[in-house]
């Protein structure tokens, strides 16, 4: 059994800064690529950030430069340090992991519950 579980949503101020993590638990054999969405109201989900493995880190266009990603792979965690907010940024964010589990066959797709992070005055 694995789950993802994110944290460190909520609202910050215009300009501010948040960190969100995602931590993944079970019996993990191997990691493939660990990213985040984010789904705001009306609009489709997004890839905001791609952790993949032996590659350089992703970025949509709309957060290059203040957002950055980084996983740590011996505790099985991604996080996403955010800088400079913007009401835009305000979604749902969605921790993704593409893992093969001890037992397995392959890499299978799991996904977190969801964080909200508002940006607001």
């Known amino acids: 059994q694995v789950q993802l579980v994110e944290s460190g949503g909520g609202l910050v101020q215009p300009g501010g800064s948040l960190t969100l993590s995602c931590a993944a638990s079970?019996?993990?054999?191997?990691?493939?690529?660990m990213n985040w969405y984010r789904q705001a109201p009306g609009k489709q989900r997004e890839l905001v950030a791609t952790?993949?493995?032996?590659?350089?880190?992703n970025y949509v266009d709309s957060v290059k430069g203040r957002f950055t990603i980084s996983r740590d792979d011996s505790k099985n965690t991604v996080s996403l340090q955010m800088t400079g907010l913007k009401p835009e940024d305000t979604a749902v964010y969605y921790c993704y992991a593409a893992l093969w589990v001890v037992g397995g066959t392959g890499f299978v797709d799991y996904w977190g519950q969801g964080t909200q992070v508002t940006v607001s005055s």
């Open positions: 079970g019996s993990i054999a191997r990691i493939n690529a």
């Open positions: 952790s993949s493995r032996g590659g350089r880190p």
